[in-house]
């Protein structure tokens, strides 16, 4: 048993409480234990981050790059970057007008950089 489970959780904020709801992205958690974030610029992870909130549960967006960029504060030419960075960690591909993120690969293959 680890030790944050026989922790006591304190809720600070009880009113504001987390719950899982319809629309709810996630991020997996081997996206940090198992090093993914690690070497990816600002950019591609504000990216990797708007993906996860905005794909449906199959991983699957339709927002153009337009947008995206829009939304981030970022130019087309940015969110191309980050993208680029997000396939060749194998996180995501883009087949205009999809963006699909990637399951991570299975556990002990290594980080793809």
């Not at 030790?3 to 009880?14: S, V």
């Not at 690690?38 to 947008?67: I, N, Q």
Request: glycine share 10%; hydrophobic share 40%; proline share 4%.
């Amino acid at each position: 048993m680890d030790l944050i489970d026989t922790m006591l959780k304190e809720q600070l904020r009880g009113e504001r409480h987390r719950t899982v709801i319809n629309g709810f992205g996630w991020v997996d958690h081997r996206f940090v234990r198992d090093g993914f974030i690690d070497g990816l610029s600002c950019r591609a992870l504000a990216l990797y981050l708007f993906l996860v909130t905005v794909s449906d549960g199959e991983g699957h967006s339709y927002w153009s790059v337009r947008k995206v960029a829009g939304r981030l504060g970022l130019t087309p030419v940015q969110v191309k970057k980050a993208r680029i960075e997000l396939e060749k960690r194998e996180l995501a591909v883009y087949e205009s007008p999809d963006w699909y993120l990637l399951a991570l690969p299975p556990e002990g293959t290594g980080v793809k950089s």
